[in-house]
T-cell receptor, first 111, second 116 residues
Framework: KQEVTQIPAALSVPEGENLVLNCSFT??????LQWFRQDPGKGLTSLLL?????REQTSGRLNASLDKSSGRSTLYIAASQPGDSATYLC??????????FGTGTQLKVEL | EAGVVQSPRYKIIEKKQPVAFWCNPI?????LYWYRQNLGQGPELLIR????????DSQLPKDRFSAERLKGVDSTLKIQPAELGDSAVYLC??????????????FGPGTRLTVT
């Protein structure tokens, strides 16, 4: 059974700081890995999707990496802004189109 | 293009009462998912439909939960009777295609259920 862990559970940083969110998983037999953002009271917004054969994906200030051999992924956010405040979830895509989610990192970017 | 639509957005009920949630997926998406997200946790899959067929309902508590997807489009998730532990956010998602390849899932805003 796939187990997904996200560290830290919560993070507070000043505006402008670069930061890294971590995701670790136990089963490397995955189709892909996704990073989602969830704002309070809202659904999930997909940020980046890394296919199993890829090592990283970039979108704007976001960069996600995938290392299947070590069972780890990182989400790097450059020059953080207050609007980045949200909960960030990683999810592993497995057989049967099933997503297994981590517990999330709650990020707060302060002015 | 309209996203995944869910209603209601919020629901408060007393325990032992029934409740139903509705989901309208993105047009043309064959696969529909229902997830439950407890406070401080990631979403967990309850059931997955490919067209009208429930192809994975292994995590659905079948004693009190039921779901249907008539005509392979809209879906309804029902709880009867509700228990205090059912308080959570219920998320619906949809994706194009069916299993065999991995298709990106798109999520609705969710229904926040509070059972008192």
């Amino acid at each position: 059974k796939q187990e997904v862990t996200q560290i830290p559970a919560a993070l507070s940083v000043p505006e402008g700081e670069n930061l890294v969110l971590n995701c670790s998983f136990t089963d490397s037999a995955i189709y892909n890995l996704q990073w989602f953002r969830q704002d309070p009271g809202k659904g999930l917004t997909s940020l980046l999707l890394i296919q199993s054969s890829q090592r990283e994906q970039t979108s704007g200030r976001l960069n996600a990496s995938l290392d299947k051999s070590s069972g780890r992924s990182t989400l790097y956010i450059a020059a953080s802004q207050p609007g980045d405040s949200a909960t960030y979830l990683c999810a592993l895509g497995g057989g049967g189109n099933k997503l297994t989610f981590g517990t999330g990192t709650q990020l707060k970017v302060e002015l | 293009e309209a996203g995944v639509v869910q209603s209601p957005r919020y629901k408060i009920i007393e325990k032992k009462q029934p409740v139903a949630f509705w989901c309208n997926p993105i047009s043309g998406h064959n696969t529909l998912y229902w997830y439950r997200q407890n406070l401080g946790q990631g979403p967990e899959l309850l059931i997955r439909y490919e067209n009208e067929e429930a192809v994975d309902d292994s995590q659905l508590p079948k004693d009190r939960f039921s779901a249907e997807r008539l005509k392979g489009v809209d879906s309804t998730l029902k709880i009867q009777p509700a228990e205090l532990g059912d308080s959570a956010v219920y998320l619906c998602a949809s994706s194009a295609g069916t299993s065999g390849n991995f298709y990106e899932q798109y999520f609705g805003p969710g229904t926040r259920l509070t059972v008192t």
